[in-house]
């Protein structure tokens, strides 16, 4: 069955950093678990180019907003192998191909009858780029997140008829089309009140995908942001248009919980007002903060840095650590002592101890070979699977690591090193070797999708008529 997972586009106005290596982790173990388990797949992500953010950021750096989108793109290309992501296309917003697309659906929309021409007046934060109602507004109209002056526009307009999709938008919120519940709440209140209509495109902006009808305006930038999921699919793979196989399939968006209001609201009523089916589910998850507790920033010292972690442990380490510190869908603090601990305790004790000792004992007492014996069956991965299905990608470490400490407790309850020294209990030692082989390749294979590198040469070792020895997974660090 074929299967479609989305990251949110990156903004170029700014470098990689942890949020957007988390959004992209947590995506790409979906993806790789989904591959395994024999699913068509079709994992998306790339760069949201147009709009303010960016040429503002452009024109501070006294740069062209192409020359600062391409400077940027290429960052976050560069991004993706590093953290090991199988993406299997990167989009750029600012691609001509994406940009005809988003032109052609949006010409839909208006020939739907859902766009008017108006006039705006409100309030807009040129970060965000969004416009800002009485309730998300901090006091003397300032942006929430950002802290700065919102500025007052007032401008003449196209519309896009928000309202006409309230109903079918409270039906779609009855569904479990937004995940994890406490985010589907969230976006319910957003339609709490009656939905206002909204401004579609910008006449001020230049950087951006040109309305057809109307050559004088852009879209406003969310609009072709979020077409991406769509239009990506009628190019990325050459010569093949795979619209109908995936967006057809189960389609999900993993998003973080800033940008609900635009997958959860306005992304199902465009693809409703353009006559396109909608996405199976939006998946939100929280936010990585300092150790402190506090939103990470360079000025509060409290920044957890991808690549310093990558550096000093490793890729594998940095993913699993991203996944099992903090529950998938809540915010929860991260630091450098905590990668820490957990790659001690975790990583090199629990797991890497558990694989040296499995494949060390098997040489020493069967000289390489798995006895053929039948093992026993600790099997955890129907709870697995239906955990990865659900996107509680933390729940499933977990029941991951479960296995790896039953495993570990079997190790001392069975002292292989003691039935070893007895010949009579050969059938038992067997039995403990086989088992202690056929779980851990089941560990490895569960966790392969967190950490597909290590577990790969786990894999292969295990794989093997006679079993060598290999170099630890996760050495232990010298210590500074
Ligand atoms: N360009 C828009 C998304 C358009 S999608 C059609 C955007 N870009 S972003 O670069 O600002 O953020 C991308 C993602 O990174 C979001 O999902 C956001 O939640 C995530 N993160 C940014 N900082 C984060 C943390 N500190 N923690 C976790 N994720 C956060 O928004």
Not at 17 to 32: F, K, P, V
Not at 43 to 53: I, K, M, N, Q, V
Not at 152 to 180: G, I, K, M, W
Request: with cysteine; charged share 25%; aromatic share 12%.
């Amino acid at each position: 069955m074929a299967f479609y997972v989305t990251t949110p586009i990156y903004y170029v106005n700014a470098a990689p950093h942890l949020g957007h290596a988390y959004s992209t982790i947590g995506a790409d173990i979906l993806a790789r678990h989904m591959r395994q388990r024999g699913e068509d797949v079709f994992f998306l992500t790339g760069t949201d180019e147009h709009g303010e953010p960016v040429a503002q950021a452009a024109e501070r750096e006294g740069v062209t907003p192409r020359d600062l989108a391409d400077r940027n793109a290429a960052r976050f290309q560069d991004l993706m192998p590093r953290i090991n992501a199988s993406n299997d296309f990167f989009i750029r917003t600012s691609d001509p191909r994406h940009v005809a697309r988003v032109q052609e659906v949006m010409q839909r929309v208006h020939d739907n009858g859902h766009v008017y021409k108006g006039l705006y007046e409100g309030w807009y934060c040129p970060r965000c780029a969004d416009f800002k109602s009485e309730a998300e507004q901090g006091p003397d109209h300032t942006c929430l997140i950002h802290r700065i002056a919102l500025t007052r526009e007032e401008e003449e307009n196209y519309f896009f008829q928000l309202s006409a999709f309230q109903e079918r938008l409270e039906q779609l919120h009855e569904t479990d089309f937004v995940q994890p519940s406490t985010r589907a709440n969230e976006a319910k209140a957003f339609i709490g009140q009656w939905l206002q209509d909204i401004s579609l495109t910008r006449g001020k902006i230049t950087w951006g995908v040109t309305v057809p009808w109307d050559d004088s305006h852009v879209f406003y930038v969310w609009f072709d942001a979020l077409l991406n999921y769509y239009t990506a699919l009628s190019y990325a793979r050459p010569g093949e248009d795979v619209t109908d196989t995936f967006w057809g399939a189960p389609t999900h968006h993993l998003i973080g919980k800033d940008i609900l209001k635009f997958h959860t609201i306005y992304w199902p009523a465009l693809l409703m007002a353009a006559g396109i089916d909608l996405p199976r589910q939006v998946f939100v998850h929280g936010f990585l903060l300092g150790h402190d507790n506090r939103k990470m920033s360079k000025s509060d010292g409290n920044v957890l840095d991808p690549f310093e972690v990558m550096e000093k442990f490793g890729t594998d380490a940095l993913r699993f650590y991203l996944m099992r510190d903090v529950a998938f869908g809540e915010d929860g603090a991260v630091s450098m002592a905590a990668v820490e601990r957990r790659y001690e305790s975790e990583l090199a004790n629990d797991l890497g101890n558990l694989a040296s000792r499995t494949i060390s004992m098997i040489g020493r007492y069967r000289d390489g070979v798995v006895p053929d014996a039948e093992p026993e069956d600790f099997s955890v991965t129907q709870a697995f699977d239906e955990q990865m299905a659900s996107f509680a990608i933390y729940d499933a470490l977990e029941t991951a690591w479960t296995l790896v400490r039953r495993l570990n407790r079997y190790v001392e309850e069975q002292a292989p090193w003691a039935l070893a020294k007895d010949p009579d209990k050969a059938p038992e030692l067997d039995r403990a070797l086989a088992t202690l082989a056929h779980n851990l390749r089941e560990v490895a294979d569960l966790l392969q999708p967190f950490m597909p590198a290590k577990m790969d040469v786990l894999l292969e070792a295990l794989a093997k008529d006679r079993l060598e020895k290999i170099e630890p997974l996760f050495p232990k660090l010298a210590t500074a």
